[in-house]
């Protein structure tokens, strides 16, 4: 693909300028081809300490979208500068012992005196500071840029493979079935999903994993990889995560065994970096597999396998290398044995269509097996052998599984993905909400309509963000502490911890009402279809309503999807309206209809 040189506009931008834009959400980043923010702080130091000193700095790259409407300037390369560059500005950590003094420019100190940013001490001093905030980034900006171009660009500055580890290069602007699947899937389960692909740069601390001494996003030791022992933490920094799912989707996908070799995953991925030999028919015959089995279906049987298998784990009470090894395998990582029990797994829940009649029992036929799992060692895992110990571990499980009688999907592969709303609401919160239950928090408790009409209004005010618009309304988490141990108090209900959110559950209130669950969801169901919310969201969300297992809670889930119009309830519109940290309904003024109705042209 040729690129027009005159596109191409260079220029210097001071850090301030730069930081303003940041404050103003004037950079994006695209997930589909970006990577995390992976950068240590020695590495964040030791830039920001070259800008101090004066020295050349790498050049960033910029597009200009040319459908932006705003302004807004997407990240090809740089992003890693940019964070460490704003994140220093923010006070997120010193250098040389010190921290950047917030009163050196205007937007800082705005910051400082709203108590959005807190100064820390010691403090820079003012003569660095001053110097920082006038150095001229380097910035290359590619204008009027499409999608399609941008994938390019970023594909061929990092060709070299130096910053990139081989399968970020794989991924990178990679858009057939199989690698979205692998994309989306990977990111469920490290918990650094979104609903969307497009983010402002402000956003990725919350979905990034933590580096020592940075706290934000996601802790590394928590990782569901690193946590039982399978991967290390270097290894999720170079994305080897995508590398295992993508291994393992490409044998669930082959009715006849694979490998697994390097040479396949560039196939599956149709690389073009610098590589000969990339086979073609491989990439059109793994692309064309998951098409078959559609990519939503791949991702629920990946789920449910995982699932599966983490109910196992908290069952077990151990990380995953424990439970195959006694010593933990020595704190050595344990990736194939994983996919040998991951697969076999899969096999008796999807592919028999079987559930685990007796957790206890496969949990001591593991137990310490790992040892007994013939396993090739090496770059190459050959076919034969791969195939040979997955039918080792079926034979050793089989037995504690039973025929599925009344299959459910959505109330097993919940688990996972009700963590990723959790997580995603922390970057979107416009279109999350939270409540504890439709039961009043009193010493007698009954059915609270008042909380019913919130959580209705609340759906029109999310599908009112604009047409397609996707959100949720998740009952069964408080959103509040308090409200946990008063529900704690009153029902004798133990929260489950996740990410700073207290999950209680509904199952408390049918018991309360004298109903089962069944009925308890009926009721709530028959209550949506006499509301007053507009035709067609109340029969979108009636459909769309779920009861979903999270551990031993469950959870009712109301989806919402923004319409072709915008949707009342009780004859009022609504919208989504305050800070970041705390959204309420707004009744539409009706000055303000052709503002909302503009959002759905």
């Known amino acids: 693909m040729a690129i027009n040189q005159q596109e191409l506009v260079v220029r210097g931008e001071q850090v301030e300028r730069i930081f303003i834009n940041y404050t103003d959400k004037k950079y994006i980043v695209n997930r589909r081809y970006q990577r995390k923010l992976i950068w240590t702080i020695e590495e964040k130091q030791n830039f920001i300490d070259s800008i101090i000193k004066g020295f050349p700095v790498p050049i960033i790259l910029l597009a200009n979208p040319k459908d932006s409407q705003d302004g807004s300037l997407e990240i090809i390369d740089g992003m890693q500068r940019m964070d460490a560059i ?26 400082l005196d ?7 001490a010691p403090v820079m001093t003012r003569d660095k500071c001053l110097s920082i905030a006038s150095y001229p980034i380097p910035l290359s900006i590619y204008e009027f840029a499409d999608g399609e171009s941008v994938d390019e660009v970023f594909r061929r500055i990092n060709s070299g493979g130096r910053q990139l580890s081989r399968q970020e290069l794989r991924s990178a602007g990679s858009t057939n079935a199989f690698a979205d699947c692998v994309r989306i899937i990977s990111s469920r389960i490290r918990g650094d999903s979104s609903n969307s692909n497009i983010l402002f740069l402000n956003e990725m601390k919350d979905i990034s994993i933590t580096n020592r001494e940075l706290s934000y996003g996601i802790n590394a030791d928590n990782v569901f990889w ?3 022992g399978i991967l290390t933490k270097d290894n999720l920094r170079q994305s080897r995560d995508e590398e295992l799912v993508a291994d393992i989707i490409a044998y669930m996908l082959y009715e006849i065994p694979v490998a697994s070799r390097t040479e396949l995953f560039d196939d599956y991925y149709g690389a073009t970096f610098p590589l000969e030999g990339v086979s073609l028919e491989r990439f059109n015959l793994v692309d064309q597999a998951i098409r078959r089995r559609n990519p939503d279906l791949v991702d629920s049987d990946y789920q449910r396998t995982h699932d599966t298998l983490v109910l196992l784990l908290a069952q077990a009470g151990i990380p995953f290398s424990q439970l195959l090894f006694t010593d933990g395998n020595a704190g050595n990582p344990v990736p194939r044995y994983f996919q040998v029990v991951f697969l076999a797994i899969h096999d008796l829940v999807v592919r028999k269509g079987m559930v685990i009649a007796d957790r206890a029992g496969v949990i001591h036929a593991l137990s310490n097996r790992g040892k007994d799992i013939a396993i090739q060692e090496g770059g190459r895992w050959g076919a034969e052998n791969r195939a040979g110990a997955v039918k080792n571990v079926i034979g050793q499980i089989q037995q504690y599984f039973e025929p599925d009688k009344n299959p459910d999907p959505a109330k097993v592969h919940w688990v996972t993905k009700l963590q990723n709303l959790l997580t995603n609401s922390k970057t979107e919160q416009s ?3 939270f409540k504890q239950g439709f039961l009043e928090l009193s010493e007698n408790p009954k059915f609270d309509e008042m909380s019913f009409d919130k959580i209705m209004e609340t759906c029109a005010a999310i599908s009112n963000i604009h047409k397609g618009s996707k959100g949720y309304v998740i009952v069964g988490v408080p959103d509040k502490v308090e409200t946990a141990l008063r529900i704690s108090t009153l029902f004798s209900v133990a929260p489950l911890s996740f990410g700073g959110f207290q999950v209680t559950g509904v199952d408390h209130e049918a018991k309360h009402l004298n109903k089962n669950m069944d009925q308890y969801f009926q009721l709530i169901t028959d209550k949506i279809k006499s509301s007053e919310l507009s035709e067609p969201l109340k029969s979108y969300v009636n459909s769309h309503m779920k009861c979903v297992s999270y551990f031993d809670k469950t959870i009712f889930v109301f989806e919402i999807e923004g319409q072709a119009q915008p949707s009342l309830y009780k004859r009022k519109y609504f919208e989504r309206q305050g800070t970041q940290v705390m959204r309420v309904n707004q009744e539409v003024d009706p000055e303000n209809f052709a503002a909302l109705f503009s959002r759905f042209r």
């Open 226 to 228: 690193v946590k039982n």
């Open 86 to 111: 704003t994140s220093f500005l923010g006070n997120a950590f010193p250098v040389e012992g010190s921290f950047f003094d917030l009163n050196t420019f205007a937007t800082t100190k705005d910051l």
């Open 431 to 433: 279109a999350y909400d």
């Open 114 to 120: 709203r108590g959005i940013i807190e100064q820390k």
